[in-house]
């Protein structure tokens, strides 16, 4: 891949991955054998591969959401059941910061 320099934090955030100092140590040094590795693809001959040969008629299976209207009592006793509510609203731990 010759003198090509990259820039490990730039490639953790689109990853989104914090890294360690020693960590970004070592992926300064990996990263551009790695992507040395992953340019050998651009040495497979793919002309003669259908563009469509791995497509399927696969459909979403998920069922449509539908809402349903509860009594005040089953929706107080739902509410009751779950480990953490506020204001009404059933909590659930945050994904993102």
């Given at each position: 891949?010759?003198?090509?320099e990259f820039n490990v934090d730039s490639v953790a955030k689109l990853a989104m991955?914090?890294?360690?100092?020693?960590?970004?140590?070592?992926?300064?040094?990996?990263?551009?054998?790695i992507m040395?590795?992953?340019?050998?693809?651009?040495?497979?001959?793919?002309?003669?591969?259908d563009s469509s040969a791995y497509l399927t008629d696969l459909k979403n299976v998920m069922r449509e959401?539908?809402?349903i209207d509860l009594s005040e009592d089953l929706r107080a006793d739902l509410i009751k059941a779950f480990p953490s509510e506020k204001g009404g609203a059933l909590e659930v731990p945050a994904i993102f910061e």
């Open positions: 891949m010759g003198n090509i991955l914090d890294l360690t100092d020693e960590e970004r140590a070592m992926f300064a040094q990996q990263l551009p054998s040395a590795y992953v340019s050998k693809l651009h040495e497979v001959d793919t002309s003669k591969v959401d539908v809402a």
